[in-house]
């Protein structure tokens, strides 16, 4: 009975997990990546061409969505740096993990604290547009670092 113990056990530890298994997906990095930037992008163009408290736009369509443009923008963010999270990249496995979780935990605590420390006083323009849901961005870049952690082994 031993030894049907002991060759269970060597055979399940010569399975290998699905880090092992995934290969590198260069489409799944340009995926994740595009849509970062895609994200970035958006909220860039939304700050600089709609000025929401004098009214003034040069995009129409943008001005209309108000602050869905936020949603828009930081939920394109996330969902990319979430996709990111996958085996088959780089963020995705091995040191890389330890990389984007921490990197998610401090910006999104690095977030917060600017809201606190300059965005109530000073006049910088994501921060003071937001108001309260900057803890909203914070916790969301938080909440894609605890994506990291599951696939941390």
């Not at 958006?42 to 001005?63: C, E, M, N």
């Not at 330890?98 to 998610?104: A, S």
């Not at 910088?124 to 916790?139: A, K």
Request: hydrophobic content about 50%.
């Amino acid at each position: 009975m031993s030894e049907r113990h002991q060759t269970r056990r060597s055979a399940g530890s010569t399975r290998l997990g699905p880090a092992e298994t995934a290969g590198f997906s260069p489409v799944r990095c340009a995926v994740a990546a595009l849509l970062v930037v895609l994200g970035i992008a958006w909220l860039v163009v939304y700050v600089v061409a709609v000025d929401p408290k004098a009214g003034h736009t040069s995009l129409p369509q943008l001005g209309d969505l108000g602050r869905w443009n936020y949603v828009i923008g930081f939920g394109l963010v996330f969902l990319g740096l979430g996709y990111a999270a996958h085996p088959g990249t780089p963020l995705g496995r091995g040191n890389g993990v330890v990389v984007g979780m921490l990197g998610c935990f401090l910006l999104g605590l690095l977030w917060i604290v600017l809201y606190y420390v300059l965005g109530q006083n000073a006049d910088v323009p994501l921060l003071t547009d937001l108001s309260q849901f900057n803890l909203v961005v914070g916790i969301g870049f938080m909440a894609v670092g605890f994506v990291y952690a599951t696939h941390w082994e």
